[in-house]
């Protein structure tokens, strides 16, 4: 007589846990917006304040502000983030703060084209003669549409450039940190 093969019991697979997904840092991503948001703010202002003091700081404030982005969205998320979307957090933030220096030279070209703006300014800064070179200096530049161009794609490149660095390099420590 043969030996009966016992058949092996049916495997029942369990159903796996799904696991939150975040969503990828981008502009989609409502906790990468607010993080980027907060620290595209904070980094414009620490960057124009400090550059008053001490221009090299400028781009230290910049950077700053990607590194904070990292700093508030790992936080917020308790996601450890890689350099390449640190980064990418890191230009979302430069982004915000430099629609923020956008809209300021926006209202700065349009009030420098008054004649009676002009005037008043000079006015208030007599007797600071530094202060009147940097009038005329402005004046020059919003008249003239091909130096306004460049200089906004400079503004441009120091304010998305800067933070991604800050921000890969705030993933980078602060991923050590935990």
Do not use: C
Not at 66 to 73: D, K, N, P, R, S
Not at 120 to 144: C, E, F, K, T, Y
Not at 159 to 167: D, E, K, N, Q, S
């Amino acid at each position: 007589m043969e030996e009966a093969e016992a058949a092996p019991a049916p495997v029942i697979e369990q159903p796996a846990k799904p696991v939150p997904q975040i969503p990828p840092i981008g502009f989609h991503n409502r906790a990468a917006v607010s993080a980027a948001l907060v620290s595209g703010i904070v980094g414009f202002f620490l960057s124009v304040l400090s550059g008053e003091v001490l221009p090299a700081a400028f781009i230290l404030g910049l950077i700053a502000a990607g590194f904070l982005a990292v700093y508030l969205y790992q936080r917020r998320t308790g996601e450890k983030l890689s350099m390449l979307h640190g980064a990418h957090l890191g230009w979302i933030s430069g982004i915000f703060g430099f629609a923020i220096m956008a809209a300021i030279l926006a209202l700065l070209a349009v009030a420098l084209s008054d004649q009676s703006v002009v005037d008043s300014m000079r006015q208030q800064l007599q007797g600071a003669a530094a202060r009147q070179a940097q009038i005329d200096q402005m004046i020059q530049i919003v008249h003239n549409p091909s130096m306004m161009l460049s200089g906004v794609v400079v503004i441009f490149f120091l304010f998305t450039v800067f933070p991604a660095f800050g921000g890969a390099l705030g993933a980078k420590f602060l991923d050590r940190r935990s």
